[in-house]
């Protein structure tokens, strides 16, 4: 039999199974951007549908889905590691999918909730499982350059997504839920490129029954750094529209604009990742993205002007932009193969924590402060003092990571 004939075998023969599998795995961490991002332009016309309902409960359609990822990201881990990788991720993907268009033919806001935090509970096992998938399947300067190309792609997605939301809800608050179908399109493309990994305990099964020595230290400040850089840089999208329009009126596209600028700034700097990391240590990609996030926060705090509001923005992505690949370069350096599941659970947990709790933290600051202005200088002052703080850790405990 002649299996050439096929022509999807001639076509895998055309493009790299590798390439494929990259395919799966960006789009598979952009979806997770896609979460919040697609119904925010909704909630308005969500609200004027159920005009009856707290105000609150509409804006947790938005936020349970990252409450969702912080609470069972680390059970998503650890069930990517005994029970396998690719099976997971492709249930996972169906809950997506399934859950994410239901809130187009959803008319009451309690099954809606539920539906959003069903997807939160899928979107916990893509983002944990894929990035566990590259450190299982790349390795050295080729892992690296992924990482910053998977943390770049979750940047501009949100930029991307944002803008078809608002289009789709233009037409419906119901349209932009349409788009969560892509978890059942790329179903089948995942089961059929993705393969699961040969870990060391498929190899030997003693080894699986050894005890496995896990940084603790070193894990917990890489989850602290995902966790606060998070809480920053949700501070645009969240705050930075109240600031504006503390200015004076300002119109919904030129909102749009400045939220879009750090996203951008940030995508761009993590898709450049590959192409710096070999020159920098982690420990010092750490020190100058937090002094230039602590100079975009500066201008955004002093500045009236709009222009400078959104160089203020692009400064502050330039510098946070680099911290998701840096953080998980690291993790995974120093993780071995057969907990990174449990691992990168934990950093996904933690990493939305941050943007869970941003706006939490932000409203009893400024109520402290005063002003939303003097917060974001604030945030300038702790990324200065976290700067310093790192520069002393790199020269004494964390000497060894100096140096990777």
Not at 140 to 160: D, H, K, N, T, Y
Request: charged share 10%.
């Amino acid at each position: 039999m002649c299996v050439t004939s096929s022509p999807f075998l001639m076509w895998k023969q055309t493009i790299s199974h590798l390439a494929h599998i990259k395919a799966v795995l960006l789009f598979a961490s952009t979806m997770t951007v896609m979460s919040g991002a697609i119904i925010a332009p909704a909630l308005p016309g969500i609200s004027r549908h159920f005009p009856d309902q707290p105000q609150v409960l509409i804006q947790l359609i938005l936020t349970i889905p990252a409450l969702m990822i912080t609470l069972f990201s680390p059970l998503m881990g650890y069930l990517a590691d005994r029970f396998g990788r690719k099976k997971l991720l492709l249930a996972m993907l169906f809950i997506y999918g399934f859950a994410g268009v239901s809130g187009f033919f959803i008319d009451r806001v309690d099954l809606l909730l539920s539906s959003r935090a069903l997807m939160g509970i899928a979107v916990a096992g893509i983002l944990s499982i894929s990035t566990t998938l590259v450190g299982d399947y790349f390795d050295g300067p080729e892992r690296v350059r992924f990482l910053g190309l998977q943390s770049s792609c979750m940047a501009l997605g949100g930029v991307i997504f944002i803008n078809l939301g608002g289009i789709l809800s233009d037409w419906s608050w119901r349209g932009p839920f349409l788009l969560y179908l892509t978890g059942v399109l790329l179903l089948p493309y995942a089961w059929a490129m993705l393969k699961e990994p040969r870990t060391q305990s498929s190899v030997n099964t003693d080894i699986a029954d050894a005890p496995v020595k896990v940084d603790y230290g070193r894990t917990g400040l890489g989850y602290f750094i995902a966790m606060i850089s998070m809480a920053m840089f949700y501070m645009f999208p969240a705050q930075l529209p109240f600031l504006l329009s503390q200015q004076g009126q300002i119109s919904g596209m030129a909102i749009g604009i400045a939220l879009s600028m750090s996203a951008l700034t940030a995508s761009i700097v993590a898709f450049g990742y590959g192409y710096y990391k070999p020159f920098l240590s982690v420990m010092t990609i750490y020190i100058l993205g937090f002094l230039l996030a602590a100079s975009g926060f500066l201008i955004v705090g002093f500045t009236e002007s709009y222009a400078m509001a959104i160089v203020g923005a692009a400064i502050s992505g330039f510098g946070l932009g680099a911290f998701m690949p840096n953080t998980t370069t690291w993790l995974m350096r120093i993780t071995p193969q057969r907990v990174r599941g449990r691992v990168f659970g934990g950093f996904t947990s933690t990493f939305f924590f941050g943007q869970f709790i941003s706006p939490v933290v932000v409203a009893p600051a400024v109520i402290w402060l005063g002003s939303l202005r003097s917060v974001f200088i604030a945030m300038a002052v702790i990324c200065c003092l976290f700067a310093v703080a790192l520069t002393i850790l790199s020269r004494t405990t964390l000497q060894a990571d100096s140096q990777l």
